[in-house]
C-alpha cells in the first residue's frame, strides 16, 4: 500500500505543533520525551493496554468524497409532516455569513462581555423578537428544544406552586391531548422523578381541581386545529393555577399572541425561522413570561447595562449561572444552550422584518387555505374548523394506505395518525408543490382536482384570536432588508466579538479546540440538513449509518458497550446518564435507592441533574489538592448504603488532575450498592490513554462540542451523548415516534429521536479524520501543551493542583488569590488579557479567585507563547502595584479593558501611558491588538434593573451625546 504523504494527514493540520516545538516543549517541562510525560501524568492502574479499535485516519479529501457517498443515501423528499419542524428557506447572507463562518460559530459562551457584545446583541435581538411574537416581557436566550422547553416551564411552575396555598400539595399537571408527541414523552419524563402527576385530556372541557398547579396547551393544536382558550384560562386563573403555551412562532405573526390571552409562559421552537431541519437539530426553542418569573426563568438571558463610562454594554444577567449558585437547589440544569441557532433565527426576523415576517406566515396561511379548499371539493373532510398551516384530513385507513404509496413514489412526506393525515405547508411551498399535493389526494378520491385554484384573502383564523398588535416594532427590525447592509450588520456585529479566529480562547473545562472546515461543511449539505426528524428510517439509511458508525467509536473510545445519541448537552446528558440509572435501581425493585455522592468540586450541573432525576444530594468533601477525601467518601457512601443510587465524578477532576484513587472511589461506590456516573467533560485529557470503562465507571458522557469538536457557537449547539455498560444499555431513552434506545427503554429526553443529529456529522468527521493514532496524539498533545504552560507560568503564578509527579493534565488553575492584598483580583487578570489580545481562561471555577486555562492540541508553540508572555507581562503588572511604581485601584489592571474610545479621547487622566494601556507587548502591533468594544461592564447595575429586550434607539444615542 502506499504510503500517505505527510501533508495529506489531518492530524497534522489539528495538532498544532511540530516535532521541533515538541522537542523544545518537552525539554521545558524537564522530561526526555512525550510518553515520559504521559507516563508521570494518566495512572498507570488506569491506562489502555490496547491501541483503540478505531479505523484508521482518511485525508480530508477522502473523507468528503466517502461522505458524498453516505449522504446519497439519505433521501429528500419534500416533508409536510410538522409536528414542529418545518421546511425552510435559510438566507443565504446568513448561511454564509454565520452559519459558515468561523467569525460567529467559534465564539464561546459570552461570560466575557467586553469581548462579545456582538453575539450579546444578536442575542437581545431574539429574546426581543420571542418576546414581541409571544406578548410576554421577558424572553431567554435560548433553551434546547420545544419539549425541553414545555419541561422546563413545568418544572419552574412547579416550583412556585406552593404559593398559592401552605396546606395544599399541588402536584398535578394537565396536558391538552393536542400537544406534540414527543413533547408529550419528555413532560412523562421530567414529571416522574419530581412527583409530579400529569393528566391528559381535552382542554376545553378541562376543569380546574385542587390539586392542579399548571396546564399546557398547544397553539396552534398538534393536529393544525386552531382554538380559543379563554375560557379555559379563566378557569385555571380563578384557581391561581399557571398556563403555559407551546406555540408556533410563525402563526404567532397572525394569531393573537398567548401572552395576550393569559398565558403565563410561551414556548416553542424558532426553527422555521430560516434553521434547517437537519434531522432533528440543532435549533433554538424559545422559552418567554411574565416579569414576575424573571429571576427564576431557565437558561440564559442577556440584559442591558452600562460600562464604566456610563454607555451601554450588554451582559448575560444573574440568573444565567443559576445552576452554578444555586447547584441542587436549581429548578434547572440547562447550561449550554442554543446560541448560534438562536442568532440565525434573531436575523431571519432582522433580515425579513415584519413585514416580512408577516407576509411569509401570510403565504403559508394562504397556501393552506387553498389545498383547503381543493380537498374540500374532492370530497375530503377537513377536520379543523379554523388552522393556520395544517389540515387534518379524515381518512379511513384504505384511503390512508393508498395515500402513503403514492405519496412516497411523489416523494413526499406526509404525517399519518390512525384516522387522518397531516399536512403542514411551510414557507418553501411553491405552486407546483401545492399542485402535486392536489394531485396526490386526487389520485384517490372519485372527483377530479380543480384545473385553476384561486387564493383567497380570508383567514381561516377566528376573529377574536387575529392578531392586533403590532411586533418587530425596534429599529432593528426594521433596517437591514438589503443584502449588502444585512452583510454589513452582521459583520458589524461579529467585529465586537473575539472568537477563535483572533487567538486561542484558553478556556479550562471547554476545550475549544480547531472546529475543522472539513467537519463543518457537511453539515450544510442538503443530504443532511433538509431531513425531517420523523421522516421514515427507509429514506434516513446515510444518517443511520453514521449514527452506528459513531456510537461504535465513543463506545470503543469510553470503554463501554452502548450509546444514546439522544441528549443534546452536557448537561442533558448527566440527566439521561442519571435516569438510566434511576430505571436500573427501579428494575432490580430498589425504588428508595436515590441519594447522589457529589464531590465539592463538581460542575454546578451535576447536582442540579440529580435533583431532576428525583436524588438527594450528599456532598463529598475535596482535600487542599482538589481531590476527592477518599475517607470522607466512604463514610458517606457506608452511612447511606441501603440508599445509594450514585456517585458522580468528573475525571480527570474539575481541578486538572488525574486522581490516582479513582478505582477505589469507584469501588467503594460499587460496593455499597451505587453506580458511578462520569462527567465526560474532560475527556480530552483521556482518549486512547484510559477511559471511563477503564476506572470502573457505568456511565459517561460526552461533551461532543468540546473534545469532538463541535464548535461552541457563543452558548451552543452542543451534544452530551451517553456511554453505557450492559447493566445501563437496557434503559437508554427510547423515543415516541421514531424507534430507539434500550431494551426497556425510558421515556425520551429530547425532542428528536437523535438529538442535533446534522452535527454529530462534525464529531463523526473528528474520529474518521484523525483515525486510531490520531484521536490519542490529540489527547497526548493536550497534556503536553498544558503542562508547557504550567512549566513557563509556575516562577509567576502558583498552580494549585498537580498529580503525583507534579503533573497537570490538560488543564491547569492558578491560584490569583495571593494579588487580594494589592486589590487585584482574578477578573481583573481576566479583562486585562483583553487588552493583550485574548479572551480569558475560566474564571474563578471550580476555585473563586483562580483562572483555569486549557490550551487544546490544536494551539501552535508561538500562541502557547505569546499566552505566557501576556501573563508575565500582567504579573510585572501588578509587581509594579506592590512597589508602589503603579496606583492601587487605579492602574492597568483595575481600568481594563480599555477601549479605542478611551485611548483615543483628547482627555487622558490615568497615571500611565495610553501605550501601556493599549499596547504593552511588541506583538499587538503585529495585527494582533484586537480592541474591546465597550469598557469593563457593570453587571450589578444590569441585575438592579433588569432589561432583556432591545432598549430604544435613543439609550444608544445619549450615551454617544
Ligand atoms: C465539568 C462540566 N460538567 C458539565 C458541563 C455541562 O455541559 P453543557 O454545557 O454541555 O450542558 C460542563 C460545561 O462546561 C462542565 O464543564
Not at 238 to 266: C, H, M, Q, R, Y
Not at 507 to 518: D, E, I, R, V
Not at 616 to 625: A, H, M, S, W
Request: hydrophobic share 40%.
Amino acid at each position: 500500500m502506499t504510503k500517505l504523504s505527510v501533508f495529506d494527514q489531518f492530524v497534522n493540520r489539528h495538532i498544532g505543533t511540530n516535532n521541533e516545538d515538541q522537542d523544545a516543549m518537552l525539554q521545558a517541562i524537564g522530561v526526555k520525551s512525550l510518553e515520559e510525560l504521559i507516563d508521570q501524568t494518566v495512572p498507570k492502574n488506569i491506562r489502555s493496554k490496547k491501541a483503540l479499535r478505531i479505523p484508521a485516519a482518511m485525508t480530508e479529501f477522502a473523507f468528503l468524497k466517502e461522505l458524498e457517498q453516505t449522504a446519497a443515501k439519505n433521501k429528500v423528499f419534500r416533508t409536510y409532516i410538522g409536528q414542529g419542524y418545518h421546511q425552510t428557506i435559510t438566507p443565504s447572507v446568513l448561511s454564509r455569513n454565520i452559519f459558515q463562518n468561523p467569525g460567529w460559530y467559534t465564539q464561546y459562551t459570552p461570560y466575557q462581555a467586553e469581548i462579545a457584545q456582538g453575539r450579546l446583541e444578536a442575542l437581545l435581538n431574539f429574546q426581543t423578537m420571542v418576546s414581541d411574537l409571544t406578548g410576554l416581557p421577558i424572553a431567554n436566550a435560548s433553551l434546547l428544544d420545544e419539549g425541553t422547553a414545555a419541561a422546563e416551564a413545568m418544572a419552574m411552575f412547579f416550583a412556585q406552586r406552593n404559593k398559592r396555598s401552605k396546606e395544599n400539595e399541588f402536584n398535578e399537571f394537565f396536558v391538552s391531548n393536542k400537544v406534540l408527541t414527543a413533547t408529550l414523552d419528555i413532560l412523562h419524563t421530567r414529571a416522574e422523578p419530581l412527583g409530579i402527576r400529569i393528566t391528559v385530556g381535552d382542554a376545553q372541557k378541562f376543569n380546574m381541581n385542587d390539586k392542579t398547579f399548571a396546564v399546557l396547551l398547544q397553539y396552534p393544536g398538534e393536529d393544525g386545529a386552531v382554538e380559543e382558550y379563554s375560557k379555559l384560562v379563566k378557569r385555571v386563573k380563578d384557581k391561581d393555577g399557571f398556563v403555559i403555551a407551546a406555540a408556533d412562532i410563525l402563526s404567532l405573526a397572525l394569531l393573537t399572541p398567548p401572552g395576550e390571552w393569559g398565558a403565563d409562559a410561551v414556548v416553542g421552537n424558532t426553527q422555521r425561522f430560516g434553521v434547517p431541519m437537519g434531522y432533528g437539530g440543532p435549533h433554538a426553542a424559545y422559552f418567554a413570561t411574565k416579569a414576575d418569573f424573571k429571576r427564576i426563568i431557565p437558561g440564559r438571558i442577556i440584559g442591558v447595562s452600562v460600562d464604566i463610562h456610563e454607555r451601554p454594554a450588554l451582559r448575560m444577567a444573574l440568573q444565567t449561572r443559576e445552576q452554578h449558585i444555586r447547584r441542587e437547589k436549581a429548578t434547572s440544569n440547562i447550561c449550554t444552550a442554543q446560541a448560534l441557532l438562536a442568532i440565525m433565527a434573531s436575523m431571519y426576523a432582522v433580515y425579513h422584518g415584519p413585514k416580512g415576517i408577516r407576509a411569509i406566515a401570510e403565504r403559508t396561511h394562504q397556501y393552506a387555505q387553498v389545498l383547503n379548499k381543493e380537498l374540500a371539493n374532492l370530497g375530503f373532510i377537513q377536520k379543523n374548523k379554523h388552522f393556520f398551516d395544517t389540515l387534518c384530513i379524515a381518512t379511513t385507513s384504505e384511503q390512508k394506505q393508498k395515500i402513503k404509496v403514492a405519496a412516497t413514489k411523489a416523494n413526499i412526506n406526509l404525517f399519518y395518525t390512525k384516522d387522518s393525515i397531516r399536512v403542514s405547508l411551510d414557507e418553501t411551498v411553491s405552486d407546483n408543490d401545492l399542485t402535486d399535493l392536489i394531485t396526490l389526494f386526487a389520485s384517490i378520491s372519485k372527483k377530479k382536482a380543480s384545473a385553476k385554484w384561486s387564493v383567497s384573502k380570508r383567514h381561516s383564523v377566528p376573529n377574536s384570536l387575529k392578531r392586533q398588535t403590532e411586533f418587530l416594532t425596534h429599529p432593528v427590525f426594521n433596517s437591514y432588508h438589503t443584502e449588502t447592509k444585512m452583510m454589513r450588520y452582521i459583520k458589524r456585529l461579529e467585529n465586537r466579538d473575539l472568537s477563535l479566529t483572533h487567538a486561542m480562547i484558553p478556556l479550562g473545562s471547554c476545550t475549544m479546540k480547531l472546529n475543522a472546515a472539513t467537519q463543518l461543511i457537511p453539515v450544510s449539505w442538503p443530504a443532511f440538513a433538509n431531513i425531517h426528524p420523523f421522516a421514515p428510517l427507509s429514506q434516513t439509511k446515510g444518517y443511520q449509518q453514521i449514527f452506528k458508525e459513531l456510537e461504535e467509536y465513543l463506545c470503543e473510545i469510553t470503554g463501554f458497550t452502548a450509546c444514546s445519541l439522544q441528549p443534546n448537552s452536557g448537561a442533558q446528558g448527566e440527566y439521561t446518564g442519571l435516569m438510566a440509572i434511576r430505571a436500573y435501581h427501579h428494575n432490580r425493585k430498589e425504588k428508595h435507592r436515590d441519594i447522589a455522592l457529589i464531590p465539592s468540586s463538581a460542575h454546578g450541573t451535576n447536582p442540579a441533574s440529580a435533583v431532576m432525576a428525583g436524588m438527594k444530594v450528599v456532598v463529598v468533601k475535596c482535600d487542599d489538592e482538589g481531590n476527592i477525601v477518599v475517607a470522607d467518601l466512604k463514610e458517606k457512601a457506608e452511612a447511606h448504603q441501603d440508599n445509594l443510587a450514585a456517585l458522580m465524578v468528573t475525571y480527570p477532576s474539575t481541578h486538572g488532575v488525574f486522581e490516582t484513587a479513582i478505582k477505589e472511589i469507584c469501588s467503594i461506590t460499587h460496593k455499597n450498592g451505587g453506580l458511578v456516573y462520569m462527567d465526560g467533560a474532560n475527556m480530552n485529557a483521556q482518549v486512547g490513554l484510559t477511559s471511563p470503562g477503564a476506572i470502573d465507571a457505568d456511565v459517561c458522557h460526552l461533551n461532543l462540542h468540546k473534545t469532538f469538536s463541535i464548535p461552541h457557537g457563543g452558548g451552543g449547539p452542543g451534544m452530551g451523548p451517553i456511554c453505557v455498560n450492559d447493566k445501563l444499555a437496557p434503559f437508554l431513552p427510547g423515543h415516541r415516534l421514531v424507534k430507539t434506545g434500550g431494551k426497556n427503554a425510558t421515556t425520551a429526553v429530547s425532542s428528536a429521536p437523535w438529538g442535533s443529529a446534522s452535527i454529530l456529522l462534525i464529531s463523526y468527521a473528528y474520529v474518521k479524520m484523525l483515525g486510531q493514532q490520531g484521536v490519542t496524539d490529540a489527547t497526548k498533545y493536550a497534556i503536553l501543551n498544558a503542562n508547557y504552560i504550567k512549566a513557563e507560568l509556575a516562577d509567576d503564578f502558583p498552580v494549585l493542583y498537580t498529580g503525583e509527579h507534579d503533573r497537570v493534565a490538560h488543564e491547569l488553575i492558578l491560584d490569583l488569590r495571593q494579588f487580594k492584598a494589592l486589590h487585584v483580583s482574578a477578573e481583573d487578570v481576566a479583562k486585562r488579557l483583553i487588552d493583550y489580545g485574548f479572551h480569558a481562561p475560566t474564571l474563578s471555577f471550580p476555585v473563586a479567585g483562580t483562572v483555569m486555562i486549557e490550551p487544546t492540541e490544536s494551539e501552535s508553540k508561538d500562541e502557547l507563547d505569546r499566552f505566557c508572555d501576556a501573563m508575565k507581562s500582567i504579573r510585572k503588572e501588578i509587581d509594579e502595584i506592590a512597589t508602589g511604581d503603579a496606583e492601587e485601584n487605579n492602574n492597568v489592571l483595575t481600568n481594563s479593558p480599555h477601549t479605542v474610545n478611551l485611548i483615543t479621547s483628547d482627555e487622558w487622566n490615568l497615571p500611565y501611558s495610553r501605550e501601556k494601556a493599549a499596547y504593552p507587548l511588541p506583538y499587538l502591533r503585529e495585527g494582533f491588538k484586537f480592541w474591546p468594544y465597550v469598557g469593563r461592564v457593570n453587571n450589578a447595575h444590569g441585575d438592579r434593573t433588569l432589561i432583556c429586550t432591545c432598549p430604544p434607539i435613543e439609550a444608544y444615542e445619549e450615551a454617544t451625546e
